[in-house]
């Protein structure tokens, strides 16, 4: 897990949009803001989980960044709060097993 961790890590954004995402992430409820994004019935794991939301949020940089009249800007914003949340819960989970 360390590797997508990583990867994270080196995301650069525009700061307005990582911003928003980080006040976004304060209220992130899995159960609630996951099963919305991802569409998943079953919730998958968090590494399974970042990797799709990772996934999606190049997708949506991709439009940003081709100025794509399909862009929304409040997707992106929600599906990068839910990997700095997905992350965040990841890292706590790393942390209790090192314990």
């Known amino acids: 897990m360390q590797d997508i ?33 991802l569409g998943y019935a ?20 991709l439009r940003r960044r081709a100025e794509d009249t399909a862009y929304s800007i409040a997707r992106h914003v929600e599906v990068l709060a839910a990997i700095m949340g997905e992350a965040r819960l990841l890292r706590a989970g790393l942390g209790a097993e090192a314990v």
């Open 5 to 37: 961790l990583s990867l994270l890590a080196s995301l650069r954004r525009p700061r307005l949009l990582i911003r928003a995402a980080r006040i976004g992430a304060d209220d992130y409820r899995r159960e609630a803001h996951l099963a919305r994004i």
């Open 42 to 61: 079953a919730l998958p794991r968090s590494g399974a989980a970042l990797m799709r939301l990772v996934d999606l949020e190049a997708d949506l940089d």
